[in-house]
């Protein structure tokens, strides 16, 4: 069974930064399309960045673009988001995903079939 384990979240001030992971087990991780979601209390689970099973492609949420920075590490079968100027509005708990090969969406959730646990990070201001 796919494990992801999400790491990293916590309370920051606006401004600030927060670097999370997210560590695969028990798959090729080279393989896979891999992604990041975010929902907020009461709110939907929203699409926030992907990153090709290469890592040569990546594409983010208008709403983070320009702040935040997804990439892969094959070697240590690691997926990061670095999360730069965070808002409070950033506030939510952070899922990390494995895309199948068979999956062409890379932006719903319904693109992904395993799931992290999830990270909260809070943002204050």
């Known amino acids: 069974q796919v494990q992801l384990v999400e790491s990293g979240g916590g309370l920051v001030q606006a401004g600030g930064s927060l670097r999370l992971s997210c560590a695969a087990s028990?798959?090729?991780?080279?393989?896979?399309?891999m992604g990041w979601f975010r929902q907020a209390p009461g709110k939907e689970r929203e699409f926030v960045a992907t990153?090709?099973?290469?890592?040569?492609?990546?594409l983010y949420a208008d709403s983070v673009k320009g702040r935040f920075t997804i990439s892969r590490d094959t070697a240590k079968n690691t997926m990061y988001l670095q999360m730069n100027s965070l808002k409070p509005e950033d506030t939510a708990i952070y899922y990390c995903?494995?895309?199948?090969?068979?999956?062409?969406?890379?932006?719903?959730?319904?693109?992904?079939?395993?799931w992290g646990q999830g990270t909260q990070v809070t943002v204050s201001s």
């Open positions: 028990r798959l090729t991780f080279s393989r896979y399309g």
């Open positions: 990153i090709s099973w290469s890592g040569s492609t990546t």
């Open positions: 995903a494995l895309q199948p090969r068979y999956s062409s969406d890379s932006v719903a959730r319904t693109g992904y079939n395993y």
